[in-house]
């Protein structure tokens, strides 16, 4: 299995959340994109932790089964066909989670999350954990 962190599902495996860790765990490839990198880093500033959580993060990353995806043409067009289909359907979600999806759906990944409006979006599969 291959997964994509959301922001959330990050932060729960650094909280030590068991269901993430366990995902994660057996897990090939662990991937995060930049826009959970951005929301991270942002998390960060706000905190009192900065560059603890700056480093972590860093060895988090450079783990061999860990992959940074950047976001291209490629993810902008999907992120096109996903907010079409969730808008035809009604169903808006935060713009930094169509990214994600986007990304996901580009290299075919499972979205790991503890927010469960991924599970609204046909063209991507998400395992969602609850809190």
Same mark, same amino acid.
């Given at each position: 299995m291959r997964v994509l962190l959301d922001t959330s599902a990050y932060s729960a495996f650094k909280r030590g959340h068991p269901e993430i860790l366990?995902?994660?765990?057996?897990?090939?490839?662990v991937c995060l994109n930049t826009v959970v990198l951005a929301e991270l880093l942002?998390?960060?500033? &706000?905190? !009192?932790? $900065?560059?603890?959580n700056r480093r972590e993060l860093a060895e988090f990353l450079? &783990?061999? !089964?860990? $992959?940074f995806l950047a976001?291209?043409?490629e993810t902008a067009e999907r992120f096109v066909a996903i907010h079409r289909t969730l808008r035809a359907a009604g169903?808006?979600?935060?713009v930094h989670d169509l990214w994600i999806a986007a990304s996901a759906m580009e290299h075919g990944l499972r979205v790991l999350t503890l927010d469960a409006h991924y599970l609204k979006i046909p063209?991507?599969?998400?395992?969602?954990?609850?809190?």
């Open positions: 366990e995902r994660i765990r057996i897990a090939k490839r942002q998390g960060f500033l &706000a905190g !009192r932790h $900065e560059a603890r450079e &783990a061999p !089964r860990v $992959e976001l291209g043409r169903t808006p979600l935060p063209q991507i599969l998400a395992d969602h954990i609850g809190p």
